[in-house]
């Protein structure tokens, strides 16, 4: 049988995963160490390490079903390409200018990478992430979120009378389970927790958040779907996520935002004669 390529990888994994099950947990116990000996390839050791890089370098669609369900593809990938770089190895073809080549352009962008990443963080410390979290903070508009319920019913008739049996006493939760059309919320007494605007059709949010908290509409609420009857049990106003939730993302912002200074900062200490496509000097070509 032809052994299945890095080709058919994306379209094999979605398959495989309906046979998760029947791996062993073996591939995450190995995953939690990069030097375990996952094959040996004419005595060559193949690590953990080397799959969970390559399966990482994979299209994210293959990716997001996880190493589980398609490890025996990739660690088959991982030993067919060791097998033909020995192969190549063995010809001379590494000594060849083409390839040396390719291999110093590689060099220096991985240089490259390495360098501005390492520096656009070193220049990025922990009273700066704070101050630009601070700033994001302040810039942000006061939002509310309502915890709200409702019951949904085809007439106004109806909706008006259960209007009157709330206010008469009967339970808003109770009424919801015997009378509401809406499956999604029925069963949780009309409930649909704390929701922020643009969840909902614009004549149920304008009276959602137009009720205070403990109140309920004093006439049906019209939707394409029928008539409502809101209660919003409590209001708020959203917190913005803690400073520990996103702080990590913060500091990426602002290393990415420091590459184009370093950068800049090369080029300006750096003696530079600029010239076009023709080998001519370019005007105004120095620093």
Known sequence: MRRMSLRHLAAAAA???????????????QAQDPDTTVAKVNGETVTAGEVATFFAGLPREVQQTGLQPVYPLVLDE??????????????????????QERLAQLEAELIYQFYLTQESKARVDDAAVRAAYDQWVSEQPVE??????????????????????VTDGTPFADLAKERSKDPGSKDNGGSYGWQRKGTFVKPFEEAAFSLEPNTFTSEPVKTQFGY?????S?????????FEEVADQFRQ????????????????AAEIERFDMQGNPLPDSGN
């Open 253 to 268: 912002n602002l290393a990415e935002d420091k590459i184009r200074e370093i950068v800049e900062e090369a080029i300006a």
């Open 15 to 29: 398959i495989a995963v309906s046979a998760a099950g029947a791996m062993t947990s073996a591939v995450s116990a």
């Open 144 to 165: 509310e979120e309502v915890n709200v319920s409702h019951i949904l019913v085809d007439t106004e008739e109806e909706a008006t009378e259960i209007i009157q049996l």
């Open 228 to 232: 409502h009857v809101i209660l919003v």
């Open 234 to 242: 409590d209001r708020r106003e959203v917190a913005p996520p803690a």
């Open 78 to 99: 991982v030993i067919g390409r060791k097998l033909i770089v020995e192969k190549a190895r063995a010809t001379g073809v590494a000594d060849s200018a083409e390839v």
